[in-house]
């Protein structure tokens, strides 16, 4: 693809390293930055980003929380079944609606114009920015 071919590796790079940075520093995710980066600066079409940020999450997903499970041992964390800073309690009915819902959204999105998916993108973006606005008052 013509997308592909223009973008330099090193700006893909650095792109990857802005976006960890700041998803670690801020709690957003870094697929949300991603997204934003990929489709509105270096114009790559939406169905293609959020492919590439499904990817990206899948991956970093599985090591980080092989690394939040040996790295940390809170003491903090007094829920159940936690193995180091994972609480199974919290993540096991979350994953389980992921691993059910996610086909009907890659479905959906897939059938969707592009411009439905960045109206929704933006509007979900929006939300959780002004909830986090919203939480340091």
């Known amino acids: ?3 592909t071919k223009k973008t330099n590796p090193l700006t893909l ?3 990857g390293f802005l976006a960890g940075s700041l998803a670690s520093l801020t709690g957003l995710g870094g ?3 991603v997204i934003l980066v990929l489709n509105s600066v270096l ?3 939406i169905k293609k980003v959020i492919s590439i940020s499904l990817a990206m999450i899948a ?6 929380s092989i690394f939040n499970m040996t790295a940390f041992d809170y003491q903090a964390f007094q829920l159940p079944y936690t193995v180091g800073s994972i609480s199974l309690f919290l993540t096991l009915p979350v994953m389980l609606g992921t ?3 996610a086909p009907m ?4 999105s897939n059938k969707l114009p592009p411009t439905i998916l960045k109206t929704t993108f933006l509007i979900i973006s929006l939300a ?3 909830r986090m606005i919203y939480n340091l008052f």
């Open 43 to 45: 114009k790559i079409p």
């Open 31 to 33: 697929g949300v930055l």
């Open 99 to 101: 691993i059910i819902f």
């Open 59 to 64: 991956i970093m997903s599985f090591s980080l």
């Open 13 to 15: 790079a650095i792109i």
């Open 128 to 130: 959780v920015i002004l």
């Open 105 to 108: 959204g890659v479905y959906s």
């Open 1 to 3: 693809n013509n997308e």
